[in-house]
T-cell receptor
Framework: KNEVEQSPQNLTAQEGEFITINCSYSVGISALHWLQQHPGGGIVSLFMLSSGKKKHGRLIATINIQEKHSSLHITASHPRDSAVYICAVGGNTGNQFYFGTGTSLTVIP | NAGVMQNPRHLVRRRGQEARLRCSPMKGHSHVYWYRQLPEEGLKFMVYLQKENIIDESGMPKERFSAEFPKEGPSILRIQQVVRGDSAAYFC?????????????FGPGTRLTVT
């Protein structure tokens, strides 16, 4: 079993839809990242959070430490949001970073 | 302030050759991390280095792979005698000494193809 599980694996949405991507983890963490990876591209860190909620433009990330769960929301989705979204957690022991396998999002015009 | 830089972005090697991947951390960053993303798989931690020191190499394959981060110059991930299974995207990330390891900034990656 992976330390980090994401759902769904693939997601197709119409432009303008509200999108939610979920992440559950089983290890004790010091922080959680949401990362974005465009096809053939590099990785961009969208959020780093250890509690509560963060908002940046149309993106919102929340984390519930007790339930070991985080969600990434995209409001008013746009085709340029099409990418793979990866949840990554920094463990609270050692230097380990655990990654989910990613959610592939396609937003159709 | 330039971000984390990796080169080359794409590298093609024949089986048995050596691959050298370079990572220049962000200015002021002294911690470097290497990750590998195999096709259809998630990212996996390989190694964590500080200047002239390997701190954690628990994710590195035992043979053919080595990493260094010299006092001057970029961090190098070296793969000797490459095999087809080494084909992957290799990402590095860096963090400044004053922040925890999870405050990492990622590079664009090097895509290695072994033919």
């Amino acid at each position: 079993k992976n330390e980090v599980e994401q759902s769904p694996q693939n997601l197709t949405a119409q432009e303008g839809e509200f999108i939610t991507i979920n992440c559950s983890y089983s290890v004790g963490i010091s922080a959680l990242h949401w990362l974005q990876q465009h096809p053939g591209g590099g990785i961009v860190s969208l959020f780093m959070l250890s509690s509560g909620k963060k908002k940046h433009g149309r993106l919102i990330a929340t984390i519930n430490i007790q339930e070991k769960h985080s969600s990434l929301h995209i409001t008013a989705s746009h085709p340029r949001d099409s990418a793979v979204y990866i949840c990554a957690v920094g463990g609270n022991t050692g230097n380990q970073f655990y990654f989910g396998t990613g959610t592939s999002l396609t937003v159709i015009p | 302030n330039a971000g984390v830089m990796q080169n080359p972005r794409h590298l093609v090697r024949r089986r048995g050759q050596e691959a050298r991947l370079r990572c220049s951390p962000m200015k002021g960053h002294s911690h470097v991390y290497w990750y590998r993303q195999l096709p259809e798989e998630g990212l996996k931690f390989m190694v964590y280095l500080q200047k002239e020191n390997i701190i954690d190499e628990s994710g590195m394959p035992k043979e053919r792979f080595s990493a260094e981060f010299p006092k001057e110059g970029p961090s190098i991930l070296r793969i000797q005698q490459v095999v087809r299974g080494d084909s992957a995207a290799y990402f590095c990330a860096s963090s400044p000494p004053s922040l925890a390891f999870y405050e990492q900034y990622f590079g664009p990656g090097t895509r290695l193809t072994v033919t």
